[in-house]
């Protein structure tokens, strides 16, 4: 089929998911941009908890290595962080593999955004986490010990029950950020919403139609997502009682 100009077809048409609309291209970006959020939200979320617990209970080795973790990545654009990690870590590997005699190796760009976009949330995770685990009373900490409870039980039923509701708000702001950060994939050239974007108004030249429906799209994920994550602060706040207002 033969489609029109771009300017001969209504926004709807461009949006559209005919052989002349950019709505699959859309929606197909959008997903992307979803998987890659969710699967480096929680990749980050593990490496949160396990810096948490390290720089306040590891050793002086493990402390340091956590807390220059942190600030390195926290100090360096997540731009410069992404490029670094997407092409130079690569490429020192393959230049390793080359020279004990294997061959390069080419990973894949959705499984490389997770992985770089993980390390980012990991370290920010790890601060929010820090500092609800500080926010626990140290006296129900002292109370489980002194009644022979393991720091695994301790953990379990005392830390993390008490520190949810003071990481969620964190840990909320921190899940808008690695659904926007996915954007930045696009200088890598990975397929997220903001690259299908670019793609789709540069061959239309329709680029506030479809720079708007991308904003659109971005914040409804957005609405959804605070209104998620308030249920779920609700939900970790029951039976605590309210601070004076």
Not at 20 to 36: Q, T
Not at 159 to 186: C, E, H, R, S
Not at 207 to 230: C, D, E, Q, V
Request: charged share 10%; aromatic share 10%.
């Amino acid at each position: 089929m033969i489609c029109p100009s771009a300017s001969q077809l209504s926004s709807l048409a461009l949006l559209g998911f005919g052989d002349c609309g950019w709505g699959a291209v859309l929606l197909a970006g959008f997903v992307n941009s979803l998987l890659i959020a969710i699967g480096a939200y929680a990749l980050g979320f593990i490496i949160g908890i396990t810096g948490a617990f390290g720089k306040l209970y590891g050793g002086p080795v493990g402390r340091d290595l956590w807390a220059s973790y942190t600030t390195l990545v926290r100090a360096v654009p997540e731009l410069v962080l992404i490029l670094i990690l997407y092409y130079a870590v690569p490429g020192l590997i393959n230049e390793m593999l080359v020279s004990i005699g294997h061959g390069r190796i080419d990973l894949p760009q959705f499984v490389t955004g997770i992985i770089v976009l993980s390390v980012v949330q990991g370290a920010y995770q790890t601060e929010v986490l820090r500092g609800a685990i500080i926010a626990v009373p140290q006296g129900q900490i002292q109370a489980a010990r002194a009644m022979g409870m393991s720091p695994a039980q301790v953990a379990r039923r005392v830390i993390f029950p008490l520190m949810t509701a003071n990481a969620v708000p964190g840990l909320g702001n921190q899940w808008l950020n690695a659904t926007k950060d996915t954007a930045l994939l696009a200088v890598i050239g990975f397929a997220e919403l903001s690259k299908a974007t670019y793609l789709a108004s540069s061959a239309t030249k329709a680029f506030f139609t479809f720079y708007s429906a991308s904003m659109l799209l971005y914040l409804i994920m957005s609405l959804i997502s605070i209104y998620f994550f308030g249920r779920i602060e609700k939900w970790a706040r029951k039976g605590q009682r309210s601070s004076a207002r």
